[in-house]
């Protein structure tokens, strides 16, 4: 069974202008939903928005005119951005392009292109959106958002034996965190 790709999808909102596009770091982390453009994985995972780059879609280096361009800029992890660098292939705008209709999870959280999207495809095999950390990170985002909803059962129980049930497993997804979590930073 597959999954969407994201839930959310990332939009630029923001109308100011710099001379740097360094500048728009805070609010590229706002419209991209604090996740990568190209993997959908939050930045909490790598340490935050001061580690997260930002891409030109359409690198600066060929379309200098586009480097404080904010409709050409991407907010993303540094595995992704440094594996496209300067490559001009056949890359989709997360903004512009719905990735659910070019990019499925699996149940495992692997990112898998869609058969019927060449994009897709190069973006796959270029950004190699195969690697074990996006699968890791999906499933940590997974547990983590399940933590919370029992954690707010169990601070609101209707009874006794619900509270209990829920703390077993809370406990449980608790322990599977922690084996996610050890494998994501050995994977690193």
Not at 74 to 92: A, F, M, Q, R, T
Not at 143 to 152: D, F, P, V, Y
Request: proline share 4%; net charge positive; charged share 30%.
């Amino acid at each position: 069974m597959a999954n969407n790709f994201r839930q959310n999808s990332p939009k630029r909102t923001c109308t100011k202008t710099y001379a740097s596009y360094r500048k728009y770091k805070p609010f590229l982390a706002t419209d991209f939903n604090s996740r990568c453009g190209y993997t959908d994985c939050p930045d909490f995972w790598f340490g935050g928005k001061n580690t997260f780059h930002i891409d030109h879609f359409k690198p600066f280096s060929k379309n200098p005119a586009l480097a404080t361009d904010y409709k050409n800029l991407v907010y993303c992890c540094s595995y992704v951005n440094i594996l496209k660098s300067d490559d001009e292939g056949d890359y989709l705008d997360p903004c512009n392009i719905d990735f659910n209709e070019h990019f499925e999870r699996d149940t495992d959280g692997s990112i898998l292109p869609k058969e019927t999207s060449k994009e897709a495809k190069y973006m796959f095999s270029k950004l190699q959106l195969n690697l074990s950390r996006y699968k890791i990170i999906w499933k940590l985002d997974e547990i983590h958002n399940r933590k919370i909803k029992l954690q707010s059962a169990i601070e609101n129980p209707n009874n006794g034996k619900i509270k209990g049930d829920l703390l077993e497993i809370y406990y449980e997804l608790d322990k599977e965190f922690t084996v996610y979590l050890k494998y994501l930073k050995s994977a690193q």
